[in-house]
């Protein structure tokens, strides 16, 4: 069952809409998704990749490489809470619809 209530977690993104996850991730840069993705599970980094282009997943994985060496657990949490603040947005704007 898809999530209603707010995701706190970012591997808890699974549980959103995939409708939610492609508009959240089409307003996010593709440094943040980068950063993001390299704390993620992989359920959730299959989650984010499924919602967005080939082409645009072929250059998070090539950023995601490059930003291994610079990667700090704090800046990858900044990020994911990016994403995730925006993904709640939308699925509260989606439930008042």
Excluded: H
């Amino acid at each position: 069952m898809l999530s209603k209530v707010p995701i706190f977690e970012f591997d808890d993104i699974v549980k959103a809409d995939d409708r939610v996850v492609m508009n959240a991730i089409s307003k996010v840069t593709n440094d943040d998704i980068a950063t993001a993705l390299i704390d993620a599970s992989t359920m959730a980094r299959a989650k984010v990749f499924k919602n967005m282009p080939r082409g645009r997943t072929r250059l998070i994985r090539e950023d995601m490489i490059i930003k291994l060496r610079m990667w700090t657990p704090q800046g990858a949490k900044i990020s994911q809470k990016k994403i995730l603040d925006i993904v709640n947005k939308l699925m509260f704007e989606e439930e008042q619809i």
